[in-house]
């Protein structure tokens, strides 16, 4: 079994979003920067789950992305995983990005690709999708658990109001999201561990972005909080009902 | 070359974020001076020519059982047939859970930029550009799509109902459906309750109920509104009530007209998926919590006093009391 864990750096869950030159770059000072909560949490643990419970597992880790992204896949190679492979060059769009791992994808025989079911910066739910058609595989999303038999892939999926469990022939590609596995915290032998693991640095094929990003914008701030004494919770859905018209 | 709506079905019958998908997708049909076109792939239920009064003219209809359940990779090719014969350039998908295992697969296969998470309209004034949201609704970001063809997939929520008069015209398509390697051997579904997505409105509750057998005055204050349930993450962490009712950054991120925090104290995680709600409501009894920071209207009191009041209040209004 050989899987690739796709991992991506972003600005931890409390960093203060703001942008600068004319509000078209996110303002890194003082981001602190974490490996995507879900690719970490849920993709990575439990690849590392499925190598414990067959040795013969072997984990990549791949990260597209500059020299910069190197401490946040130390941290994943910390947690667990054989060796990790950066495609030095900046981040453009989903489709750029997805190319890329799907290129490193196609020479590597992955029976199993897990992607976090989006990052939570750009939000964009596209990458495993994405790989999944440039390797012509079958893709299941949002998985909130994961199981295998043999050569086969036991994923439960959310859907609208419930869940489904579908089975698949692997290779497939999988976006994790809570459920599939249990944030765990790496150990100082995994730390030490991750320093001698390979990490790899291969350059980017040539390849498009179909999107590009102009400018961001914060949401308007609200008005503020209107109180209600506690005693007069029926004001409060009078208020709701009438000038808010909120039912 | 009209615009194509993805509509999305749940057990033969069409989703609330299709509805607005098909809002969404008339009307940048009209802004483009072009038709607006459906695509139905499965069995259904409903009557699908009474889309007409969303804004659809024609809907193009794939009418397999292979197609029941959702295999992303037949659904691709599917769709991508349609695009080919109408020739279209703009393919709308919601944002929701199909549209996510669709839209990324379908953005290669065609080579359209793929904008996800969309909220308003294209400008289409200087190229074409929308904007999304970005940092898990802690900002937005304005993309350009720079191919010729384009999908959106729409958050749910973001785009307005509307109905006019109009019968779409039912289009049996003749597609080449592959058989599919996902195969769906289970579906379980939460009977009775409302999505958590699709909702107008949620209640949610947080660590400040103090345990899972206190949820009865919440599950009522929901029932009174017709309301979905939600929760803050410690609350799901500590299995008081399941996960798929977790809400905030790294659980389901949600933009109903009205979010009602019980006992949530509001850590900037939590905010990041409900804070696109319309109107918030919190009560708690911290004065500091920050939540209130970000809500429009509060009650600084205890939940267990308050909740039930202010659910009669409501059933009072509502005439249900």
Redesign the interface.
């Known amino acids: 079994m050989k899987i690739l864990v796709c991992i991506s750096k972003t600005?931890d869950?409390?960093a203060k979003?703001a942008?600068t030159d004319n509000n078209t770059k996110f303002d890194t000072n003082g981001v602190q920067w974490i490996i995507n909560?879900?690719d970490e949490?849920y993709s990575l643990v439990r690849a590392i789950e499925l190598k414990e419970a067959d040795a013969s597992t072997v984990i990549h880790l791949i990260t597209v992305g500059i020299a910069d992204a190197e401490p946040v896949i130390r941290k994943a190679l910390a947690l667990g995983g054989d060796e990790a492979i950066r495609v030095n060059t900046e981040n453009s769009?989903?489709?750029y990005i997805?190319g890329q791992i799907a290129e490193i994808a196609k020479h590597g025989q992955y029976d199993l690709i897990f992607t976090g079911?989006e990052t939570?910066?750009?939000?964009?739910?596209?990458?495993?999708?994405?790989i999944?058609?440039?390797l012509?595989?079958?893709?299941?999303?949002?998985a909130?658990k994961f199981e295998l038999n043999a050569s086969k892939a036991i994923i439960t999926?959310?859907?609208?109001?419930?869940?489904?469990?579908?089975?698949?022939?692997l290779p497939?590609v999988v976006?994790c999201q809570?459920?599939v596995a249990e944030q765990r915290i790496p150990n100082m032998r995994g730390i030490m561990a991750a320093r001698t693991k390979p990490l790899k640095v291969t350059e980017p094929v040539a390849f498009e972005?179909?999107?590009?990003?102009?400018?961001?914008?914060?949401?308007h701030a609200?008005?503020g909080?209107?109180?209600?004494?506690?005693?007069q919770?029926?004001e409060?859905?009078?208020?709701?009902?009438e000038e808010?018209k909120?039912? | 070359m009209p615009v194509l709506i993805f509509i999305d079905t749940?057990e033969g019958h069409v989703?609330k974020?299709s509805l607005e998908a098909i809002c969404y997708g008339a009307k940048i049909a009209e802004q483009l001076n072009t038709a607006a076109e459906g695509i139905v792939l499965s069995e259904v239920k409903d009557d699908l020519a009474s889309l007409g009064k969303y804004g659809v003219t024609k809907i193009h209809h794939v009418n397999s059982v292979a197609l029941n359940?959702?295999?992303?990779?037949v659904y691709?090719k599917v769709i991508a047939q349609i695009a080919e014969t109408t020739r279209a350039k703009i393919i709308v998908f919601s944002?929701?859970?199909?549209g996510?295992?669709?839209?990324?697969?379908?953005?290669?296969?065609l080579?359209?930029?793929?904008?996800?998470?969309a909220v308003t309209l294209p400008d289409t004034s200087k190229g074409f550009?929308l904007?999304?949201?970005?940092?898990?609704?802690?900002?937005?970001?304005?993309?350009?799509?720079?191919?010729d063809k384009k999908i959106i997939a729409l958050n749910p929520n973001a785009y307005k109902i509307e109905t006019r008069d109009g019968v779409a015209e039912m289009i049996p398509f003749q597609a080449a459906v592959d058989d599919?390697?996902?195969?769906?051997?289970?579906?379980?579904?939460?009977s009775g309750?409302?999505?958590?997505?699709?909702a107008e409105?949620v209640v949610s509750g947080g660590r400040g109920l103090k345990g899972p057998e206190n949820w009865g005055m919440i599950e009522d204050l929901a029932k009174s509104?017709h309301a979905a349930l939600a929760c803050s993450r410690p609350v799901?962490d500590a299995h008081w009530r399941p996960?798929?009712e977790?809400v905030g950054?790294?659980?389901i991120?949600i933009a109903p007209?009205?979010y009602i925090a019980i006992g949530i104290s509001g850590a900037?995680?939590h905010l990041?998926g409900v804070?696109r709600s319309?109107?918030?409501?919190?009560i708690n009894k911290d004065p500091e919590a920050p939540f209130?920071?970000?809500?429009?209207?509060?009650?600084?009191?205890?939940a267990f006093?308050?909740?039930p009041?202010?659910t009669?209040?409501?059933k009072?209004?509502?005439g249900i009391a």
């Open positions: 600005p869950t409390t979003i942008f909560p879900y949490w769009d989903a489709y997805a079911k939570i910066d750009y939000n964009g739910s596209s990458i495993g999708g994405m999944a058609e440039f012509n595989i079958p893709y299941v999303a949002l909130t999926r959310e859907i609208e109001g419930g869940e489904e469990i579908c089975e698949v022939e497939v976006s809570k459920g972005s179909l999107t590009s990003i102009i400018s961001f914008e914060l949401p609200k008005a909080v209107k109180l209600i004494p506690a005693d919770p029926e409060l859905a009078r208020l709701l009902h808010a909120a039912f | 749940a989703k974020a359940h959702l295999d992303a990779q691709i944002n929701n859970a199909d996510k295992a669709i839209a990324p697969g379908l953005s290669v296969r080579k359209a930029g793929l904008v996800s998470g550009t904007k999304k949201t970005v940092f898990s609704g802690k900002a937005f970001a304005n993309v350009s799509v720079n191919t599919g390697k996902v195969k769906v051997t289970k579906v379980t579904k939460a309750e409302i999505p958590l997505t699709e409105i509104l799901a996960h798929n977790h950054q790294t659980g991120a007209n009205l900037i995680q990041a804070n319309k109107t918030i409501v919190v209130f920071k970000a809500a429009d209207y509060g009650i600084v009191g205890d006093e308050v909740v009041k202010f009669e209040a409501i009072k209004l509502k």
